[in-house]
């Protein structure tokens, strides 16, 4: 079945180092890949996408990278911050005809410590 | 343009009860998911409803079901309530494929 497997489920760096978070997914069709950013006790907010037509996606501090033909995916952040500290998801969805179905991966807590 | 609004935000259930909760997307958007999230489990699919028709299930008993009514307004009910489905549901509304998908502040489910 659907499945997205994400490494690691925690992850603690100094503050100003990189970080990196990876997701492997089984659906050859999918075709979008967004990542999610959930801090304590809200709702979870998207911070970047990616499709499969495009390899590498980057929006200031943060980049995505997707392999098509590994099936695989990773969210890098530089520079880390204090505020960066949340739990990060994954996701791989393969959207036609304005339906859609999320498989998110089981999430990676990033720690940045000061 | 008013968020996804969920409710209620709080709920406390016995086993053996239901429950019913409620979602009102983004306006404009006619597609709205569910998910359950418990710690160690991330997010799991529940189902998806676009324009009042189920298009997608995950994995999860019969006692999870949902509608989607005409205003794009969703619920999703849970009867015969089990001590396991205490967690966090999160709802979460898209105007269609392959665009960001906007979460509710979800409603917290104790079954006791």
């Known amino acids: 079945g659907e499945n997205v497997e994400q490494h690691p489920s925690t992850l603690s760096v100094q503050e100003g180092d990189s970080a990196v978070i990876k997701c492997t997914y089984s659906?050859?069709?999918?075709?979008?890949f967004p990542w999610y950013k959930q801090e304590l006790g809200k709702r979870p907010q998207l911070i970047i996408d990616i499709r499969s037509n495009v390899g590498e996606k980057k929006d200031q501090r943060i980049a995505v990278t997707l392999n098509k033909t590994a099936k695989h995916f990773s969210l890098h952040i530089t520079e880390t911050q204090p505020e960066d500290s949340a739990v990060y998801f994954c996701a791989a969805s393969k959207g036609t005809s304005g339906t859609y179905k999320y498989i998110f991966g089981t999430g990676t807590r990033l720690k940045v410590l000061a | 343009k008013a968020g996804v609004t969920q409710t209620p935000r709080y709920l406390i259930k016995t086993r053996g009860q239901q429950v019913t909760l409620s979602c009102s997307p983004i306006s404009g958007h006619r597609s709205v998911s569910w998910y359950q999230q418990t710690p160690g489990q991330g997010l799991q699919f529940l189902f998806e409803y676009f324009s009042e028709t189920q298009r997608n299930k995950g994995n999860f008993p019969g006692r999870f079901s949902g509608r989607q009514f005409s205003n794009s307004r969703s619920e999703m009910n849970v009867s015969t309530l089990e001590l396991g489905d205490s967690a966090l549901y999160l709802c979460?509304?898209?105007?269609?494929?392959?665009?960001?998908?906007?979460f509710g502040q979800g409603t917290r489910l104790t079954v006791v």
């Open positions: 659906d050859s069709a999918s075709n979008y």
């Open positions: 979460a509304s898209s105007s269609g494929g392959g665009t960001e998908a906007f």
